[in-house]
């Protein structure tokens, strides 16, 4: 060997040793880094067994993900074919990867986010749990994430929040909307009943709106948002989200002012310990879950869905055998309704549906109603084709008129009034819903103040109709009581035959005359003259508009030093959002001090 030869070798190795040394130091360097964010103010770092053990404690996390082996949609594992088309890496069947800790602060730290996603052994025995200890949970939450996490981006997305907080969900419910505690948090994001009361989550004998899907994660974003607002870190507001703002504000005085999750570690509750460096670690698994060779689990939920308003009482059995779709499905789909039951009466309710059953829902609503009313036989569905989603003509009974042929009808204008609901106004016209949206292009049964309805009645009865247009909220919801005594009666008292769903008989009786069917004029009718007179003499009576009784009062308030949106909702008793909207506030930064605003009174 040439003594030049010699000389290159000792130079590649001097390079290459350079080369080790420098990376070794790298890697110890990034942990180094994210080590020191997890100290106390004694500068004790967390080790090893205690980051175990913190695991250990967090029974809620570990019962959420045995609750997944149970749900009837995600059993089984996942295919061969996703596997194939996502095994990047070309792993073997049931191969589990290892990483080292460089490895795993290096990924967390490409993560694309605001937020500051550190490293340290608490993180690494949550990404142990989900990586390594639960595959199998890990696989059906993907799996159950390909329906649930697109609802979540758009939703944080529009509150400008960053998108990467729906991992949130995995560590408070592992994505069961039926998840309960022990305490009684309840839902996909794990609201306990005050808490979701004051984010409008309903719970009422048939109602939980804390399972509902949009309705709970809108909450979860609006609360996240205002405890961002409090104390501007995000992992502040996802620890107080866990153990509430107060034992967030104690934890920081103890530690002496510290504001940092990692700062005021030792002085949060046990539970919450944990409750970051799970969502950490969470974050770290799902957007790396191939590089662990973990697959999503095919479920059985429909990735092609569509939400329609439910405006009536209506079961899930009605809908099951009416529209072809098993009550599971009902159930996943909309858990938010305890018994099986939506309460339309006078309010509406969302349903979803696979895509061609909301067809075929907006298609038989009438009929499915009535089969719930008891006026329809069991088969509602039996004359539907429903290939085509093309209803098939029935012949409808000669005494009935219909409302939906305009030909002979007048147009009016109504106004729409604070408190106004679409099917007691489709009550006191003597139409349906349906011919509302129809006449007015209305995509939902939501109405806006101050928006312009058009209605077609009949044309000898206009001065009748038009008052409707001066009537109170309460003088509104009284004629439209008086509608169950009337619907589809003749003068003998007896129902006619009349096609389910009609509203045209509603508020005045049919009278036939030879072959002809004429619609009695409301005034002819005696009991609805009497209801009517009745009407009339409390609207004179009335010296207040029921709009005014609907609308809000306030008192004043001047914004003083460490005032908050939180704190005063919580000592008013009001809403973050009314108080923001009533004073055309956005941000924290806009709660001056000296500035004077309204407070709604409760």
């Known amino acids: 060997m040439t003594l030049k030869k010699m000389k290159r070798m ?128 890990v696989e059906k939450m993907l799996g159950i994430s390909e329906y649930y996490f697109p609802i979540m981006e758009e939703i944080f997305d529009r509150y400008k929040m960053p998108v990467e907080i729906k991992y949130l969900s995995i560590v408070e419910s592992a994505l069961n909307t039926r998840a309960v505690s022990v305490v009684g948090a309840t839902g996909l994001w794990q609201f306990m009943y005050s808490t979701g009361k004051m984010y409008d989550l309903k719970v009422n004998s048939y109602v939980d709106l804390r399972k509902d899907p949009v309705k709970s994660t809108e909450a979860a974003a609006k ?43 030792r002085y949060l509750p046990i539970e919450t310990r944990g409750y970051v460096p799970a969502f950490i670690a969470a974050t770290y698994v799902f957007t790396y879950h191939q590089e662990h060779n973990l697959y999503p689990v095919e479920i059985s939920l429909p990735t092609l869905t569509d939400t329609v308003m439910v405006n009536r009482d209506i079961n899930f059995k009605v809908l099951s055998n009416g529209l072809d779709i098993s009550m599971d499905l009902l159930k996943d789909l909309n858990p938010q309704y305890k018994m099986g039951i939506i309460p339309g009466r006078g309010k509406s309710y969302t349903l979803v549906l696979p895509i061609k059953s909301a067809s075929l829902f907006v298609s038989l609503s009438d009929s499915l109603y009535a089969k719930y009313a008891g006026q329809l036989p069991e088969d509602i569905g039996a004359n539907f084709d429903r290939n085509s989603i093309t209803p098939i003509r029935r012949t409808k009974p000669t005494a009935t008129a ?42 939902k049964n939501q109405l806006l103040r101050g928006q312009r309805l058009i209605v077609y009645i009949p044309a000898n009865q206009t001065e009748y109709y038009n008052k409707i247009n001066k009537m109170t909220q309460l003088q509104k919801k009284r004629l439209s009581q008086i509608e169950p005594d009337f619907i589809g009666k003749n003068e003998t008292g007896n129902v006619d035959n009349a096609n389910p769903g009609d509203k045209t008989l509603v508020a005045a009786p049919i009278k036939k005359t030879g072959t002809t069917v004429q619609k009695k004029s409301p005034n002819e009718s005696t009991t609805q003259k009497k209801e009517l007179q009745k009407v009339q003499n409390t609207q004179k009576k009335e010296e207040v508009n029921d709009d005014d009784k609907n609308e809000p009062q306030y008192t004043s308030y001047v914004v003083k030093r460490g005032d908050t949106f939180w704190n005063l909702s919580q000592k008013f008793g009001i809403k973050v959002e009314d108080l923001k909207n009533d004073n055309g506030l956005k941000v924290a930064q806009d709660l001056k001090i000296g500035l004077k605003i309204k407070i709604r009174k409760p």
Not at 32 to 51: F, M, R, Y
Not at 424 to 431: F, T
């Open 223 to 265: 609360y996240l948002r205002d405890l961002h607002n409090l104390f501007g870190d995000w992992f502040l507001a996802i620890a107080a989200y866990n153990c509430g703002p107060g034992n967030v504000n104690k934890a920081i005085r103890r530690s002496g002012g510290k504001r940092t999750f990692w700062e005021i570690y």
């Open 402 to 443: 219909t409302v939906t042929n305009t030909a002979d009808k007048k147009r009016i204008t109504y106004l729409v009034k604070s408190g106004d609901n679409i099917g007691i106004l489709a009550d006191v016209y003597d139409v349906s819903v349906s011919d509302i949206r129809r006449w007015n292009k209305l995509r």
């Open 10 to 137: 000792i130079k590649m190795k001097i390079k290459t040793s350079i080369s080790l040394a420098f990376g070794i130091i790298t890697s110890l360097a990034i942990l180094n880094s994210h080590k020191a964010l997890a100290q106390d103010k004694d500068g004790k770092v967390i080790t090893e067994p205690e980051a175990k053990e913190a695991v250990k404690r967090t029974k809620p996390i570990l019962d959420n993900l045995d609750s997944l082996l149970v749900l009837w949609y995600v059993k089984g594992n996942a295919s061969a074919k996703t596997k194939r088309a996502q095994n990047v890496r070309g792993y073997k069947e049931g191969e589990i990867p290892q990483f080292t800790d460089s490895v795993y602060a290096e990924r967390l730290r490409m993560i694309e986010s605001p937020l500051p996603f550190t490293y340290n052994s608490t993180v690494k025995a949550y990404i142990d749990l989900y990586a390594y200890r639960k595959r199998a949970q």
